[in-house]
Nanobody
Framework: QVQLVESGGGLVQPGGSLRLSCAAS????????IGWFRQAPGKEREGISC????????YYTDSAKGRFIISGDAAEKMVYLQMNDLKPEDTAVYYC????????????????????WGQGTQVTVSS
């Protein structure tokens, strides 16, 4: 079992930046992939960026390339998403998701989908 808790969301103006944090706890000794997903109103949840639990590999979907950076602190069991040049279309609830026995790429395209989810944190980009 893995418990995930997100933080760092909020209201930001277009062009601004935010840093999201995800704290993992529980049975995290085995290798797993963990990453960030988002769901905007009326849309399906989509993967943003994912990383291996030991930081060995990262994956970015097209939504994240060039503006978002994922990083992790394996010792502290923390994963971060630095979001730059935010746009109104980035407005969504952002979730941290994790799954054992999968690669960051597979996790991000939700094949399979994460078996563990955080509660989500709202990001609103508006002037």
């Amino acid at each position: 079992q893995v418990q995930l808790v997100e933080s760092g969301g909020g209201l930001v103006q277009p062009g601004g930046s935010l840093r999201l944090s995800c704290a993992a706890s529980g049975s995290t000794r085995d290798y797993y992939s963990i990453g960030w997903f988002r769901q905007a109103p009326g849309k399906e949840r989509e993967g943003i960026s994912c990383i291996g639990s030991n930081g060995d590999r990262t994956y970015y979907t097209d939504s994240a390339k060039g503006r978002f950076i994922i990083s992790g602190d394996a010792a502290e069991k923390m994963v971060y998403l630095q979001m730059n040049d935010l746009k109104p279309e980035d407005t969504a609830v952002y979730y941290c998701g994790a799954q054992y026995g999968t690669t960051p790429q597979a996790l991000c395209v939700m094949w399979p989908p994460p078996g563990y989810w955080g509660q989500g944190t709202q990001v609103t980009v508006s002037s």
